[in-house]
């Protein structure tokens, strides 16, 4: 059964750090379009970054340059690496796949993706 699984979320103050780490379980993320979206209880989920079977990656306005995604297909894990943290920031970070295998999807919405895991909270404080 396809299962992902978030950590590394935490608390930082405002230009700080975090790297989140997406174990994936049951299928390999190289073939599958991957993303990273956040949710605060304000605001529907939102997509933050992706990256292609084939490497490509996608970003959100709000975070370009501030924001990689990468992978480790040995491990099957996805990562995304946050600096220059604000407190806009904050929220439940989620990864999921896409429902295609192969796909390429060149927006981020949420209701293309699917096997959502659990989520990771980061906090930004000013």
């Known amino acids: 059964q396809a299962q992902l699984v978030e950590s590394g979320g935490g608390s930082v103050q405002s230009g700080g750090s975090l790297r989140l780490s997406c174990a994936a379980s049951?299928?390999?993320?190289?073939?599958?379009?991957m993303g990273w979206f956040r949710q605060t209880p304000e605001n529907e989920r939102e997509g933050v970054a992706g990256i292609g079977s084939d490497g490509s990656t996608n970003y959100a306005d709000s975070v370009k340059g501030r924001f990689t995604i990468s992978r480790d297909m040995s491990k099957d894990t996805l990562y995304l690496e946050m600096s220059s943290l604000k407190p806009e920031d904050t929220a439940m970070y989620y990864c999921?796949?896409?429902?295609?295998?192969?796909?390429?999807?060149?927006?981020?919405?949420?209701?293309?993706?699917?096997?959502w895991g659990q989520g990771t909270q980061v906090t930004v404080s000013s």
């Open positions: 049951g299928y390999t993320i190289s073939s599958y379009y």
């Open positions: 999921a796949r896409g429902y295609r295998r192969g796909f390429h999807y060149t927006l981020l919405r949420a209701q293309d993706f699917t096997s």
